[in-house]
């Protein structure tokens, strides 16, 4: 069955970076683009950034451009998110999903605390 694993969460200082990694399984990774999204407490779901089938293409939210960084790596099924100079409103919990409009499935989360 389709799975997505988010790892990589945790607690950063104001200014600091963490890196999320993304593994899948059960279908063919090289063939869908992928997307994270997070969810802050009270707030709804919203996209962080996506990225193409080749890795050709990427787009990102307002809000983390120039700070964030999605890659992925189709030979280990893993799509990454470095996160720099991150920032207290980046708290919240950052899911995995397979698909760029059409998001079909969607990992677990890993929390990602952004506090001094």
């Known amino acids: 069955q389709v799975q997505l694993v988010e790892s990589g969460g945790g607690l950063a200082q104001p200014g600091g970076s963490l890196r999320l990694s993304c593994v899948a399984s059960?279908?063919?990774?090289?063939?869908?683009?992928i997307s994270w999204y997070r969810q802050a407490p009270g707030k709804m779901r919203a996209l962080v950034a996506r990225?193409?089938?080749?890795?050709?293409?990427?787009n990102y939210a307002d809000s983390v451009k120039g700070r964030f960084t999605i890659s992925r790596d189709n030979a280990k099924s893993t799509v990454y998110l470095q996160m720099n100079s991150l920032k207290p409103e980046n708290t919240a919990m950052y899911h995995c999903?397979?698909?760029?409009?059409?998001?079909?499935?969607w990992g677990q989360g890993t929390q990602v605390t952004v506090s001094s």
């Open positions: 999903v397979r698909g760029w409009t059409t998001l079909e499935y």
């Open positions: 059960g279908f063919a990774f090289s063939n869908y683009p």
């Open positions: 990225i193409t089938t080749d890795g050709a293409n990427t």
